[in-house]
């Protein structure tokens, strides 16, 4: 059992930065795949960036150059650095893990956060 908890969501100007933090609680974090997902009102759930367990990274096109993920295996956490924020970046930012071979920005994940809110004004 994994137990996710994200902070850092706020409202912010374009251009601007935030960082995400998500907490993990449970045994073995450092074995799971975690990820990032975003969903913005009336529209789906879209993958952001995906950390796997060997280090490989998988960022979305559309945040590619602007985000960055970490997993720290030793603080139990996993953040994104959001910069050159644009109004299309707003939505529910949620931390998500899953087993390895179930990775990747359309992986089938486990455990979810419950989610902070991303508002960017143009």
């Known amino acids: 059992q994994l137990q996710l908890a994200e902070s850092g969501g706020d409202s912010v100007q374009a251009g601007g930065s935030l960082t995400l933090t998500c907490a993990a609680s449970?045994?073995?974090?450092?074995?799971?795949?975690m990820g990032w997902f975003r969903q913005a009102p009336g529209k789906g759930r879209e993958g952001v960036a995906a950390f796997y367990p060997d280090g490989h990274i998988d960022y979305a096109d559309s945040v590619k150059g602007r985000f960055t993920i970490f997993k720290d295996n030793a603080k139990n956490t996993l953040t994104l650095q959001m910069n050159s924020l644009m109004p299309e970046d707003t939505a529910m930012y949620y931390c998500?893990?899953?087993?390895?071979?179930?990775?990747?920005?359309?992986?089938?994940?486990?455990?979810w956060g419950q989610g902070t809110q991303v508002t960017v004004s143009s």
């Open positions: 998500a893990a899953t087993f390895p071979l179930r990775c990747g920005l359309e992986g089938s994940y486990d455990y």
């Open positions: 449970g045994s073995t974090y450092g074995s799971y795949c």
